[in-house]
């Protein structure tokens, strides 16, 4: 199975900005669409962004637009997320997700955890005031 790798993260202040990187090796033929998601301590998982990788289309969680860019590098096999104007509520992990091209699983939605059948392990973006 295709690995997710997530690096980027770390510790800015507000109004600063991070670009979080999500590789996989030849992503574009394996999946269909890549997502980035975040995790606050004791929060549920959610959606921030995805980039559907044939054509390039993107969505974005209403929080976050206008600051995040989401954006693909077909030759780097590679997904950032770029973020600026931080806010202490963007502080979460970051997960890179991808839906496999071959998925017989229904969509749920671009922001929906079972959407997507491939997780990276997580990134760590902490945002002071």
């Known amino acids: 199975q295709v690995q997710l790798v997530e690096s980027g993260g770390g510790s800015v202040q507000a109004g600063g900005s991070l670009r979080l990187s999500c590789a996989a090796p030849?992503?574009?033929?394996?999946?269909?669409?890549l997502g980035w998601f975040r995790q606050a301590p004791g929060k549920e998982r959610e959606g921030v962004a995805v980039?559907?990788?044939?054509?390039?289309?993107?969505d974005y969680a209403d929080s976050v637009k206008g600051r995040f860019t989401i954006s693909q590098d077909n030759a780097r096999n590679t997904v950032y997320l770029q973020m600026n104007s931080l806010k202490p509520e963007d502080t979460a992990m970051y997960y890179c997700?991808?839906?496999?091209?071959?998925?017989?699983?229904?969509?749920?939605?671009?922001?929906?955890?079972?959407?997507?059948?491939?997780w990276g392990q997580g990134i760590q973006v902490t945002v002071s005031s």
């Open positions: 997700a991808a839906r496999r091209s071959a998925s017989p699983a229904p969509w749920w939605g671009w922001s929906a955890l079972r959407t997507y059948d491939t």
């Open positions: 030849d992503y574009s033929y394996f999946y269909s669409a």
């Open positions: 980039i559907y990788t044939s054509g390039g289309n993107t």
